[in-house]
């Protein structure tokens, strides 16, 4: 049996396994104002980023929309065409996007090759891992079984946390008040958030940037100690920054493989330019 992975394009899979792995990617949608793009297909992170920058004042900040079944049966098409006889859909947490409903509507209207619909519960990396990991397996010569019963077992070794930059995005999706917002600020607060049961759930707050960078890696530290790890730093339009905290990751971890990756739109629009989340897989010896 051939066996492909198709993923959505929120789960920053670096762009060199996408093509090594043979996964196919269904993008989500930006969207500004009356506008709406493909992510990576229409939309460069680039060019998000420099419209978001050139965004007038007041004007309201880009939002996005997951992918609709049909662009997932499109890439159930497309994988029965090069030779698929089954297929793995990982799509982004259900409690934080429609993304696996659409997934779900889609493998419901196939009936010529199996289809198994994988709720990744995270976000981002989180989710990227679990994906990786299946098509790993699929390159191995695993069966559609035989990776779908490993996926809660790989889900148990992922561990992700973010912290922001900035809270405007934030206070514009609601998710704190203005007031908030506006203390946040004036005390260069970072909240700190983590990725549990697929829902995004806050773990406190630290002051300045550099203390929150190395929160990021003491959390990951507390859960995964000196175990061999894969790890993802990945970063919304700050890759300088990202690549400079690498050796402070490595020191701090047992990384046996490493990716610095672009969040792109989808979180971005979230929570802003600035975010920055590590992600590990812990490797099984």
Same mark, same amino acid.
């Given at each position: 049996? !051939?066996?492909?992975?198709?993923?959505?394009?929120?789960?920053?899979?670096?762009? !060199?396994?996408?093509?090594?792995?043979?996964?196919?990617?269904?993008?989500?949608?930006?969207?500004?104002?009356?506008?709406?793009?493909?992510?990576?297909?229409? %939309?460069?992170?680039?060019?998000?980023?420099?419209?978001?920058?050139?965004?007038?004042?007041?004007?309201? %900040?880009?939002?996005?929309?997951?992918?609709?079944?049909?662009?997932?049966?499109?890439?159930?098409?497309? $994988?029965?065409?090069?030779? $698929?006889?089954?297929?793995?859909?990982?799509?982004?947490?259900?409690?934080?996007?429609?993304?696996?409903?659409?997934?779900?509507?889609?493998?419901?209207?196939?009936?010529?090759?199996?289809?198994?619909?994988?709720?990744?519960?995270?976000?981002?990396?989180?989710?990227?891992? @679990?994906?990786?990991?299946?098509?790993?397996?699929?390159?191995?010569?695993?069966?559609?079984?035989?990776?779908?019963?490993?996926?809660?077992?790989? @889900?148990?070794?992922?561990?992700?946390?973010?912290?922001?930059?900035?809270?405007?995005?934030?206070?514009?999706?609601?998710?704190?008040?203005?007031?908030?917002?506006?203390?946040?600020?004036?005390?260069?607060?970072?909240?700190?958030?983590?990725?549990?049961?697929?829902?995004?759930?806050?773990?406190?707050?630290?002051?300045?940037?550099?203390?929150?960078?190395?929160?990021?890696?003491?959390?990951?530290?507390?859960?995964? =100690?000196?175990?061999?790890?894969?790890?993802?730093?990945?970063?919304?339009?700050?890759?300088?920054?990202? *690549?400079?905290?690498?050796?402070?990751?490595?020191?701090?971890?047992?990384?046996?493989?490493?990716?610095?990756?672009?969040? =792109?739109?989808?979180?971005?629009?979230?929570?802003?330019?600035?975010?920055?989340? %590590?992600?590990?897989?812990?490797?099984? *010896?």
């Amino acid at each position: 049996m !051939s066996i492909r992975v198709i993923c959505d394009s929120s789960q920053n899979v670096p762009e !060199s396994l996408l093509s090594s792995l043979n996964l196919i990617e269904v993008p989500a949608s930006v969207i500004f104002g009356d506008e709406v793009y493909l992510n990576k297909v229409e %939309l460069s992170d680039q060019e998000f980023y420099r419209r978001l920058s050139a965004l007038p004042k007041g004007d309201p %900040l880009p939002t996005t929309t997951q992918p609709t079944p049909g662009q997932f049966i499109s890439a159930i098409e497309q $994988a029965k065409a090069e030779g $698929a006889t089954g297929i793995v859909i990982t799509a982004v947490s259900s409690h934080l996007s429609g993304t696996y409903n659409s997934a779900v509507q889609a493998a419901a209207q196939e009936s010529e090759v199996p289809v198994e619909v994988w709720d990744t519960l995270s976000a981002s990396i989180g989710g990227g891992w @679990q994906t990786i990991a299946a098509a790993e397996m699929v390159s191995a010569g695993a069966s559609l079984e035989e990776v779908a019963a490993a996926l809660p077992a790989i @889900q148990r070794r992922i561990n992700t946390f973010f912290t922001v930059d900035t809270l405007k995005f934030l206070v514009a999706g609601g998710r704190l008040s203005p007031i908030q917002g506006m203390m946040g600020t004036l005390l260069n607060v970072k909240p700190m958030l983590a990725i549990e049961d697929g829902l995004l759930k806050p773990l406190g707050r630290e002051r300045g940037r550099k203390t929150a960078k190395n929160a990021l890696l003491n959390l990951t530290r507390e859960r995964v =100690g000196d175990k061999p790890v894969r790890v993802t730093l990945a970063h919304a339009n700050v890759r300088e920054e990202a *690549e400079a905290f690498v050796p402070v990751v490595r020191a701090g971890l047992n990384v046996q493989e490493l990716y610095v990756v672009e969040l =792109g739109p989808v979180l971005a629009a979230l929570a802003g330019p600035g975010l920055m989340a %590590l992600g590990t897989l812990e490797v099984v *010896e």
